[in-house]
């Protein structure tokens, strides 16, 4: 419990240093606001004139797009800085994290904190709240408490795929453009439903990068369109994929950790 | 022209020694016009006239607005911001070379340097995707014609944004803003003929449109004739414009640089 109270204390030290730049907090709110909401108006436009995209229509399409959103919000504000991690190697600015005497995971999750997560955040509960109150819909107590699961999963998802593909950068030096990837097939999921690609892209983002389990398959079950896949339950899987992901990244973690200090860096 | 080469010999340098950005580069562009081709055909299938135009030519659109987000890609605004920052702004102001002519032959490197990796997505598109070719040989020069007018359209957009930095410093969030603005009014995913009219009597004042769905509609047939003639006639006076004001905003800005002893 040493290692959350230290993380806790280090967000708060970022959150600090952070609240110093009140105007570019302003700018940066605003512009993540505008970006939300031209995507939604190209979904809109679309969508409007035919009506829906293979039987979503527009306001499931907003709940989609606002599910991914909230739990990517979380990892707006906590873990953006994964983006920059070749960066920290190339400077040599990871060491300082080797220096200190504790847990080198925990300080550098703990690195930095993004105000503009709150943005997002506020985007996505406006859509949620907008599309729930036009589908009319009505959730059992059981559903509600599953919303905030799939939304700790959803930011879990995000979080450990990108560490992961972050450490690439410990081996090869480089890793935003494996990222930017990443975060490409996150935006797909995120803009339309998987249910219009062909089966390897639906494959990869169930099995290989499990994205679609941040947003898609929860929202069949919490907009009740199970009967587009063969298995109505898999939604509720998505804290057991957050969990695997977990799991795995400790493991890769620790070699990357192992292949730094090794190479004397 | 040879400071051109110089800079373009460097891109290309810089491509070899990250060949594994290179390749993932190349998969990248290619699942986002998987991506629009699929939203598409979807959509094709749903309703095949809702449009005016027919499902090959909408992909192509789509992919081709997937390839040409290499404009996007223009560090021109990032370099200034950098060079301010930092300070090392002063010694681009000693170079022996005006400095907008300078940014622009950077500039000009960097997206031939992109094109090539824009070039086997696309090649794969043409085969997987059945993106088509433009009608005739005709189509064909105005597209080019376009392409380069909204190359320095949008490129003296990103100098003027770039040379905000000199004034306030972060560009970083006000870019985030401006890049969505140029890619929801510059018609990249969804065609502008498409926007309720409100939306697009905006676009079509806006110098957005340069960049994306002008060269796009030309390459499809869905601007032609005359209609195209006045189409390429905008893009030459946001140029003019822009080039104008960019000059402009730059002697401000350098006013300023000197005053403040940079």
Same mark, same amino acid.
């Given at each position: 419990?040493?290692?959350?109270?230290? $993380?806790?204390?280090?967000?708060?030290?970022?959150?600090?240093?952070?609240?110093? $730049?009140?105007?570019? #907090?302003?700018?940066?709110?605003?512009?993540?606001?505008?970006?939300?909401?031209?995507? *939604?108006?190209?979904? /809109?436009?679309?969508?409007?004139? #035919?009506?829906?995209?293979?039987?979503?229509?527009?306001?499931? =399409? #907003?709940?989609?797009?606002?599910?991914?959103? *909230? /739990?990517?919000?979380?990892?707006?504000?906590? #873990?953006w800085h994964f983006w920059d991690l070749e960066e920290d190697l190339i400077r040599g600015t990871f060491d300082q994290f080797l220096l200190r005497p504790a847990s080198v995971f925990i300080q550098y999750i703990g690195r930095e904190v993004q105000y503009i997560g709150f943005a997002d955040m506020f985007v996505a509960i406006v859509g949620i709240g907008l599309a729930y109150v036009k589908l009319g819909l009505h959730w059992s107590i059981g559903l509600w408490l599953f919303v905030p699961v799939v939304v700790i999963s959803g930011t879990m998802i995000e979080m450990t795929l990108n560490l992961m593909v972050a450490c690439i950068s410990f081996w090869t030096g480089r890793s935003s453009i494996a990222l930017d990837m990443v975060m490409e097939f996150n935006v797909l999921v995120q803009h339309y439903p998987i249910d219009i690609f062909s089966a390897w892209f639906r494959i990869v983002v169930t099995g290989l990068l499990p994205?679609?389990?941040?947003?898609?398959?929860?929202?069949?079950?919490?907009?009740?369109?199970?009967?587009?896949?063969?298995?109505?339950?898999?939604?509720? *899987?998505?804290?057991?994929?957050?969990?695997v992901l977990v799991g795995l990244t400790s493991i890769v973690w620790h070699f990357a950790m192992r292949r730094y200090s090794s190479s004397g860096g | 022209m040879k400071i051109f080469w110089a800079f373009t010999r460097q891109a290309f340098q810089y491509a070899s020694v990250y060949r594994f950005n290179f390749f993932v580069g190349i998969l990248l562009t290619f699942l986002q016009m998987y991506g629009i081709y699929w939203v598409w055909r979807t959509l094709y299938t749903q309703k095949p006239d809702a449009f005016g135009v027919n499902m090959e030519q909408m992909i192509t659109y789509g992919v081709l607005g997937m390839a040409m987000q290499i404009f996007m890609w223009s560090r021109v605004q990032w370099y200034i911001a950098n060079q301010v920052k930092s300070g090392a702004i002063d010694t681009d102001l000693?170079?022996? *070379?005006?400095?907008?002519?300078?940014? =622009?032959?950077?500039s000009t490197g960097e997206t031939v340097i992109s094109s090539v990796l824009a070039l086997p997505s696309l090649i794969i598109s043409y085969f997987i995707l059945g993106i088509s070719l433009p009608a005739?040989?005709?189509?064909?020069v105005a597209f080019i014609v376009s392409v380069v007018l909204g190359f320095l359209v949008i490129f003296h957009l990103n100098f003027i944004l770039g040379t905000l930095a000199v004034f306030t410093l972060d560009i970083r969030h006000i870019s985030w803003a401006y890049m969505s603005t140029v890619r929801f009014f510059g018609g990249q995913l969804v065609p502008l003929w498409l926007f309720p009219p409100a939306l697009l009597l905006i676009a079509n004042i806006l110098p957005f449109q340069s960049t994306f769905a002008i060269p796009m509609s030309i390459y499809i047939g869905k601007l032609t004739g005359a209609d195209m003639f006045r189409a390429l006639g905008?893009?030459?006076?946001?140029?003019?414009?822009?080039? =104008?004001?960019?000059? =402009?905003?730059?002697?401000?800005?350098?006013?300023?640089?000197?005053?403040?002893?940079?």
């Open positions: 419990m040493e290692a959350i109270r230290l $993380y806790i204390r280090l967000v708060g030290i970022s959150m600090q240093a952070r609240l110093q $730049y009140r105007a570019d #907090f302003i700018m940066g709110a605003f512009s993540v606001i505008m970006l939300n909401v031209m995507n *939604l108006a190209l979904i /809109g436009i679309i969508v409007y004139r #035919f009506v829906e995209l293979n039987g979503w229509n527009i306001w499931q =399409l #907003f709940f989609l797009y606002c599910l991914w959103l *909230l /739990g990517h919000s979380f990892y707006s504000l906590f #873990f994205v679609a389990f941040m947003n898609y398959y929860p929202a069949l079950i919490l907009l009740g369109k199970i009967e587009k896949t063969a298995v109505p339950g898999i939604g509720f *899987l998505s804290p057991v994929v957050a969990l | 000693m170079k022996p *070379l005006d400095f907008h002519i300078h940014m =622009l032959a950077r005739d040989i005709g189509t064909a905008f893009q030459f006076g946001w140029m003019v414009v822009l080039v =104008l004001g960019s000059r =402009l905003l730059w002697t401000q800005a350098h006013r300023r640089l000197v005053v403040q002893g940079g």
